[in-house]
């Protein structure tokens, strides 16, 4: 879906949402319902930050190419330390 912009000479503008390529150069105005033509601006792009691509095109990857694992991961242990706020607790 794409969002398209039209001017009513009335009203002011509106967006519709339409399937891609499918705009007419008029539109009914929601408001007055009058023929509304269409108006070019440019389209909606923002740049994706680097992380976030990353990841897409990881995602994209592994969908025609998904990782093979061979064995079942190692389970590493992490030493736990006790909360400081254990050391002030009273003893019995």
């Not at 503008?13 to 009914?28: N, Q």
Request: hydrophobic letters at 35%.
């Amino acid at each position: 879906m794409a969002t398209y912009e039209f001017q009513c000479s009335r009203c002011g503008p509106f967006d519709v949402k339409l399937a891609i390529g499918t705009a007419p150069a008029t539109h009914d105005c929601p408001v007055c319902a009058g023929a509304a033509r269409r108006v070019y601006t440019a389209p909606g792009l923002t740049l994706t930050p680097h992380a976030v691509a990353d990841l897409h095109n990881q995602e994209e990857r592994a969908r025609e190419a998904p990782a093979v694992v061979s064995e079942v991961p190692s389970r590493r242990t992490v030493p736990r330390r006790p909360h400081p706020a254990l050391s002030r607790l009273p003893r019995s």
